[in-house]
């Protein structure tokens, strides 16, 4: 499959302007410079980008609802949080949080953010201090491929126990980690299936908090 194949398909699960197309179309040529020098996604994704990321990560601004304040987990390359941040430029008051703790890829997120005008902010720190000195807002947690869901809720226990929502892009294992997670969480949570994974799901996160607490 050819780069201009994969964004077609991609742009098929993708109702957006011809304005942010070109804001991704940025991105990705931003992304394919700086994984020659930094390995910022696995090389064998390379001809898939916008289906195995771009459209991945766009799949979640429909559960995102009028969110004003969303904070991302890990956020590597920028999948899903920048590519949230494109997809919801112009939405008043919505700002997103990218919180990576690798250096290198942090930089990549400040000049990606800088050349798609995305109104994002970069936290170069452990997701664990990130959310220790939160004092803000926080609409929605969002996460791909960093950790199984009860570390997540274990990470983002402080936003959840503020009224935070999450949305956790998974792969199969979704529905054992929801029953794993939830021997030691009081979770309401709903799954949605991955329009571009068969085997992958969405989990939706509307409360969590510890039992016995």
């Known amino acids: 499959m050819t780069l201009d194949t994969d964004q077609a398909e991609a742009l098929t699960h993708m109702a957006v302007s011809h ?8 991105f990705v040529e931003l992304l394919l410079r700086w994984q020659q020098i930094k390995n910022l996604v696995a090389p064998s994704t390379l001809n898939q980008v916008w289906t195995r ?3 991945d990560s766009a799949q979640l601004v429909p559960l995102l609802n009028n969110a004003g ?12 949080g920048l590519v949230l941040a494109i997809l919801m430029a112009g939405r008043p008051k919505f700002h997103l949080h990218l919180v990576e703790s690798n250096g290198r890829k942090a930089s990549f997120l400040r000049e990606a953010a800088r050349a798609t005008g995305a109104s994002v902010s970069v936290h170069a720190i452990r997701i664990e201090d990130f959310v220790a000195r ?8 969002t996460a791909r491929a960093l950790a199984p869901l009860a570390d997540l809720l274990a990470l983002g226990e402080k936003l959840f126990r503020s009224g935070a929502q999450a949305l956790f892009l998974k792969g199969k294992t979704a529905a054992d980690e929801l029953t794993e997670a939830r021997r030691l969480w009081d979770i309401e949570a709903q799954l949605f299936p991955s329009v571009t994974d068969s085997t992958g799901q969405i989990i939706l996160i509307r409360s969590a908090a510890r039992r016995g607490r």
């Open 69 to 80: 304040s969303v904070v991302d987990f890990g956020s590597g390359a920028g999948f899903p």
């Open 53 to 55: 990321h771009i459209a």
């Open 19 to 26: 304005e942010t197309v070109l804001r991704l179309e940025a």
């Open 134 to 141: 939160w004092d803000g807002k926080c609409d929605f947690v």
